[in-house]
């Protein structure tokens, strides 16, 4: 059972778009939500992360959007580079450090 | 300061041999997780390590198993392989596991079983 829910499967965007990236949850009991980006050969890396007392967050091109009552939560990115493209990853942790990962979503940025 | 290291790089075995993957975390972290990474089904967790002894332990079978030693370094052995574990099975380093504390992942071991 997946715990935690991510669509799109895949994303095509021109340099500049804003690619959306949506994940939802049901444990209430989460109370962090990272997300992580994903090179070809390479291990995912923290790219932002947003905890449920605050409904936005953003560092540099990277905005995290937060919805508590409907238990979702997205990432945009603004004017999307083609070095944006790789694979990413909504999570989810609650008490002890186990984290629950989304299936992933590929984005690719045409120049 | 190094990265987190996870040897071998690539790993071919056939079904019913074992495995033994090895992760060396960043320096002073105490906390190793394992997780394993197949198309489709995203990062799966396989279990954590502090100060060698196992803190969480996800839903897998009991022919997954790790350790940690007290250097931090971990292994993680996987006995009577079938078709299914082939995956790219990630290590995590953190300072102290503590709640919501950031994952530092390494490379990852590609492992397929043929």
């Known amino acids: 059972q997946q715990q935690v829910k991510q669509s799109p499967q895949s994303l095509i965007v021109q340099k500049g778009g804003i690619p959306i990236i949506n994940c939802a949850y049901e444990n209430t009991a989460f109370d962090y939500f990272p997300w992580y980006q994903q090179f070809p050969g390479k291990g995912p890396a923290l790219l932002i992360a947003i905890r449920p007392d605050v409904s936005e967050k953003k560092e540099g091109r990277f905005t995290i959007s937060f919805n508590k009552s409907a238990k979702q939560f997205s990432l945009h990115i603004m004017d999307s580079q083609p070095g944006d493209s790789a694979t990413y990853f909504c999570?989810?942790?609650?008490?002890?450090?186990?984290?629950?990962f989304g299936t992933g979503t590929s984005l690719t940025v045409i120049p | 300061k190094a990265g987190v290291t996870q040897t071998p790089r690539y790993l071919i075995k056939t079904r019913g041999q074992q495995v033994t993957l090895s992760c060396s975390p960043i320096?002073?972290?105490?906390?190793v997780s394992w997780y394993q990474q197949t198309p489709g089904q995203g990062l799966q967790f396989l279990f954590e390590y502090f100060s060698e002894t196992q803190r969480n332990k996800g839903n897998f079978p009991g022919r997954f198993s790790g350790r940690q030693f007290s250097n931090s370094r971990s292994e993680m052995n996987v006995s009577t392989l079938e078709l299914g574990d082939s995956a790219l099975y990630l290590c995590a380093s953190s300072s102290t596991g503590g709640l919501n504390e950031k994952l530092f992942f390494g490379s990852g071991t590609q492992l397929s079983v043929l």
């Open positions: 320096s002073g972290h105490r906390s």
């Open positions: 999570a989810a942790s609650g008490t002890g450090n186990q984290f629950y």
